[in-house]
């Protein structure tokens, strides 16, 4: 298999960081990471171009490491809370997904990509939860959710409920 040495102009998951110079499979390189701009060709009459572009991106991430950090100290203090309708199990009709929790973040003024929000599988059930977003590769902010049912009956109702339920089986 024929390979290319390129510059990652961005970070990608299991191969590098930005500004990094790596070996990858020419058709990776042709079909993905370059149309989509993600790295350029690291040819011999490049290099020392890549070296100051290298140089350039790294300061670039370190500025956006601090901004990461900023709004994560700034979002530490923030929890959000969901109300759903729920059954008689305490199972949600419907879920909380990283779409609701983008837009939720979005409503209280923060720009956050779903992609971003780490969360495993949706949730589905009445309760707290801690879920992961990474605002940056190194400034994972660890975010306290909470999911209530709607209308009248209160959190601890449905918790006390569920383990009604359970242990009834």
Not at 22 to 49: D, E, M
Not at 87 to 101: A, K, P
Not at 145 to 158: D, L, N, Q, Y
Request: hydrophobic share 40%; no cysteine; glycine share 8%.
């Amino acid at each position: 298999m024929a390979t290319i040495t390129v510059l990652l102009r961005e970070d990608i998951e299991n191969l590098g960081g930005r500004g990094e110079i790596v070996k990858v499979k020419a058709g990776y390189a042709r079909n993905y990471l370059l149309p989509r701009r993600l790295a350029v060709l690291a040819t011999k009459g490049n290099i020392k171009q890549i070296e100051q572009e290298r140089e350039a991106l790294l300061k670039k991430a370190a500025r956006e490491k601090a901004t990461a950090e900023a709004q994560a100290e700034q979002m530490k203090s923030l929890q959000l809370i969901f109300e759903r309708k729920v059954g008689d199990q305490g199972i949600l009709f419907g879920s909380v997904t990283s779409m609701d929790i983008a837009e939720a973040l979005r409503e209280k003024g923060y720009e956050i990509d779903r992609k971003k929000i780490l969360l495993k599988e949706a949730i589905k059930e009445t309760g707290d939860y801690v879920v992961p977003i990474k605002l940056h590769r190194e400034v994972v902010l660890e975010l306290p959710i909470s999911v209530v049912p709607e209308g009248g009956t209160k959190k601890e109702e449905a918790d006390e409920e569920r383990a009604k339920k359970k242990t009834k089986k």
